[in-house]
């Protein structure tokens, strides 16, 4: 059957993984969402204070910087498994059968290999500011009150790494695809057309519509 992603799932062992894995990423995702939240509910206590006090929230700013890696990249392996990235779907949908599975497969190569060199020098940078025999294992800080930054440089290779595993995982999809010339793969997200997408957008607003008149 097909989600409202329109990706397929069935019984078998790589459907059985695509879905305990998208398990994980809509929880990083909702990471994302409540760190989006959180730097909301700063903000009304910095500019509160600010107003009321005189005396804006302490660090407002570096706690920013903290959240920042959340909002930025939790939620992208989420994304790339609900086919939500941009791309190029108008020329890509013109193609069918195998020649639409290489040029996925040729696409996920691509995007698998700069996130692996995206890993590799995310890794480097948490390194460098990690280290077990410093206070609070902090080489370096933010500018006001000091937060290590090491934890949020450490969202980035972990976030990226996900995102490789569910690259691979699609990269085998449409391997399969591809050798079986399959129709409808599972664990990968389908093109729809134009006409597909239009009826369910209707069907999202109706749905609503029936929503706020009950």
Request: proline share 4%; hydrophobic share 55%; net charge neutral.
């Amino acid at each position: 059957m097909a989600t409202k992603s329109n990706v397929l799932t069935d019984s078998s062992w790589l459907s059985r993984i695509d879905q305990l894995f998208y398990k994980l990423e809509v929880f990083l995702a909702l990471l994302s969402g409540i760190a989006v939240f959180s730097l909301m509910i700063l903000a009304v206590i910095s500019v509160g204070g600010r107003n009321f006090f005189g005396q804006p929230l302490p660090g407002y700013v570096d706690w920013i910087e903290q959240l920042m890696p959340l909002i930025a990249f939790m939620g992208i392996a989420f994304t790339q498994r609900d086919g939500g990235h941009i791309r190029m779907d108008i020329l890509v949908s013109r193609l069918k059968g195998r020649f639409l599975w290489a040029a996925e497969i040729i696409s996920v190569l691509a995007m698998l290999f700069v996130m692996l060199l995206v890993v590799w020098g995310s890794w480097e940078h948490f390194l460098r500011s990690f280290d077990f025999a410093s206070p609070l294992w902090s080489r370096d800080s933010s500018m006001d009150i000091a937060i290590p930054l090491w934890p949020a440089k450490l969202l980035a290779p972990v976030a990226f790494s996900v995102l490789c595993f569910r690259l691979l995982l699609q990269l085998y999809a449409y391997g399969r695809a591809f050798a079986n010339n399959s129709l409808e793969p599972v664990a990968v997200p389908l093109i729809e057309d134009a006409a597909t997408l239009a009826a369910k957008e209707a069907e999202s607003v109706s749905g609503a519509e029936h929503q706020l008149t009950r």
